[in-house]
């Protein structure tokens, strides 16, 4: 009866909850050692049920990691698109989203798997860099660009490097994963540290 009582769910609910089954068993194993049938366990229903929505592990990791960056992106674009709006004060709210719904979240730990794992199922990776971190890339270039014509940048050339704006992101990732037990990273002061490396001080842009 209770098995009845969960198929009656509606497909978007039931769509959520192995979702959310998917990402413990990730985040717990790993995304090679995870199987369709210990998410199915995890969320309580028939393996069947699970492909009915997914036809692989690897389509519900990559809606996991596009369900985290998606509204991080959206923001940062909006963003973007007002040219009133500071280049730095736009780089400066991506760090801000990163920190809040990534590094102080377990969705960091999918990050994590992208990168210990990754080499290993080149289509997860290769949908990550199409749709996240080109897309990233692209509003990035955007903004360097203006803060450069704008003589905003320390080194005009960043401006064709959006790369570097990631890396604090990436390295408060690798850090909190591997060296946080032994030596604590403020994450907030190197993003503000990493902010005043690339602008110049705020009223000496040319």
């Not at 290993?120 to 360097?144: A, C, D, N, Q």
């Not at 005009?156 to 570097?164: F, G, K, N, V, Y």
């Amino acid at each position: 009866m209770a098995e009845k009582k969960r198929e009656r769910r509606d497909p978007q609910q039931r769509r959520t909850e192995i979702l959310a089954a998917a990402f413990a068993c990730f985040s717990e194993r790993g995304f090679a050692a995870t199987r369709m049938e210990d998410v199915a366990v995890r969320a309580g229903i028939a393996k069947g049920t699970v492909y009915l929505h997914f036809p692989d592990k690897e389509a519900l990791f990559t809606e996991l990691v596009s369900g985290i960056a998606s509204p991080i992106l959206g923001q940062i674009d909006g963003l973007a698109a007002n040219q009133a709006i500071p280049p730095r004060f736009a780089i400066s709210m991506f760090y801000t989203l990163f920190k809040r719904e990534v590094l102080e979240t377990e969705r960091r730990h999918l990050l994590r798997l992208i990168l210990a794992e990754g080499p290993m199922f080149p289509g997860v990776t290769e949908f990550y860099h199409r749709e996240i971190i080109s897309t990233g890339l692209g509003v990035l270039r955007i903004l360097l660009k203006r803060a450069a014509d704008r003589g905003e940048l320390h080194n005009p050339a960043l401006a064709e490097m959006p790369q570097i704006v990631m890396s604090p992101a990436l390295l408060s990732i690798i850090w909190t994963t591997l060296f946080e037990p032994y030596e604590h990273l403020d994450t907030q002061k190197l993003f503000d540290t990493f902010l005043d490396t690339l602008f110049v001080p705020e009223g000496s842009a040319s």
